[in-house]
């Protein structure tokens, strides 16, 4: 069964404080990406990785960085996050042009 | 610049009627183009996607309608049903890894 997960589903954090989400697939899928959705914006690109330690900035990277170590696994890490960052982040991995997205983590920033 | 836009923020049909949502792109270059589908909780999924050589795409209820020459497309939802209420996430790539997403239309079947 084709999945990506994503840990925690839920955070709460204060303004400067670190905050690392986690992703995981099964598909051994040598793509991932990490993906940020606010009202009316859409999705937006943050970091894409086309396997362990081969990542790239997407659209929007500033104030955060990425971590692959593994190819089943993908962390996005936000060192002393900012209000603005407040939003929903999925993780998502693709085989070809289909991209497999998780359930998503919402992250608010006091 | 919105590169993928859909025009739609909402849209409400009744059950049973045909949902039509739209999307225009501004990069002649994209050539691959899937409807992403998102429940509220969810992430989005893969629903249904056409290639640019084609002018349709039928996967049961949902059929793309594809115009090169004028940049546009749209996804048609025929008989729609309560359970197809959601969000609707147009995107299009030009065959790179880069998928641009446009901001989604939210369809709401009325029963």
């Known amino acids: 069964d084709m999945k990506v997960t994503q840990m925690p589903r839920y955070l709460i954090k204060r303004m400067g404080e670190n905050v690392l989400l986690e992703c995981g697939q099964d598909m051994s899928h040598e793509t991932m990406y990490w993906y940020r959705q606010d009202p009316g914006l859409g999705l937006q690109l943050i970091y894409i990785?086309?396997?362990?330690?081969?990542?790239s900035e997407g659209d929007i990277p500033k104030g955060y960085r990425v971590s692959r170590k593994k190819r089943e696994h993908f962390s996005l890490i936000l060192d002393s996050a900012k209000t603005n960052q407040t939003s929903v982040y999925f993780c998502a991995s693709s085989t070809g042009q289909s991209r497999y997205f998780g359930p998503g983590t919402r992250l608010t920033v006091l | 610049q919105q590169q993928v836009r859909q025009s739609s923020q909402s849209l409400t049909v009744w059950e049973g009627e045909t949902a039509i949502l739209n999307c225009s792109y501004e990069?002649?270059?994209?050539?691959?183009f899937p409807w992403y589908q998102q429940f509220p909780g969810e992430g989005p999924a893969l629903l249904i996607a056409?290639?640019?050589?084609?002018d349709k795409k039928e996967d049961g209820r949902f059929t793309i309608f594809f115009n090169k020459r004028e940049k546009n497309l749209s996804l048609h939802i025929k008989d729609s049903q309560p359970g197809d209420s959601a969000t609707y996430f147009c995107?299009?790539?030009?065959?790179?890894?880069?998928?641009?997403f446009g901001t989604g239309t939210s369809l709401l079947v009325d029963p």
């Open positions: 995107a299009a790539s030009n065959m790179g890894y880069k998928l641009t």
């Open positions: 990069n002649s270059a994209f050539d691959y």
């Open positions: 056409i290639r640019s050589v084609s």
């Open positions: 990785s086309y396997d362990v330690d081969s990542n």
